[in-house]
């Protein structure tokens, strides 16, 4: 089991900056991609940016010049810089870690963020 634990959401209004946190625990030491997802109500989950265990980044386009990935392997640590922000940008947002060996996904339990206009 890997638990995710996120912090770093809240309320900001738009062109500020936000940076969440994301610390896995437990069975961590096999976690070939660790990112970020993100929801609003009604819609899908969508990602917003992944990194894996090698360095490769993958960024949503809606994300892209804005929001950075950072993934640091030695303490199983992933972190979501998040720039001029948009009302558009309101999600609830999940970190998201796959494992290499098992290929099972795991969630936290979601931080909000609020951009107000």
């Known amino acids: 089991q890997v638990q995710l634990v996120e912090s770093g959401g809240g309320l900001v209004q738009a062109g500020g900056s936000l940076k969440l946190s994301c610390a896995a625990s437990?069975?961590?030491?096999?976690?070939?991609?660790l990112g970020w997802y993100r929801q609003v109500p009604g819609n899908q989950r969508e990602v917003v940016a992944t990194?894996?265990?090698?360095?490769?980044?993958t960024t949503a386009d809606s994300a892209k010049g804005r929001f950075t990935i950072s993934r640091d392997n030695s303490k199983n640590t992933v972190s979501l810089q998040m720039n001029a922000l948009k009302p558009e940008d309101t999600a609830v947002y999940y970190c998201?870690?796959?494992?290499?060996?098992?290929?099972?996904?795991?969630w936290g339990q979601g931080t909000q963020v609020t951009v107000s206009s």
């Open positions: 990194s894996t265990y090698d360095g490769t980044i």
């Open positions: 437990g069975s961590s030491r096999n976690i070939h991609t």
């Open positions: 998201y870690a796959l494992q290499a060996i098992t290929r099972r996904t795991y």
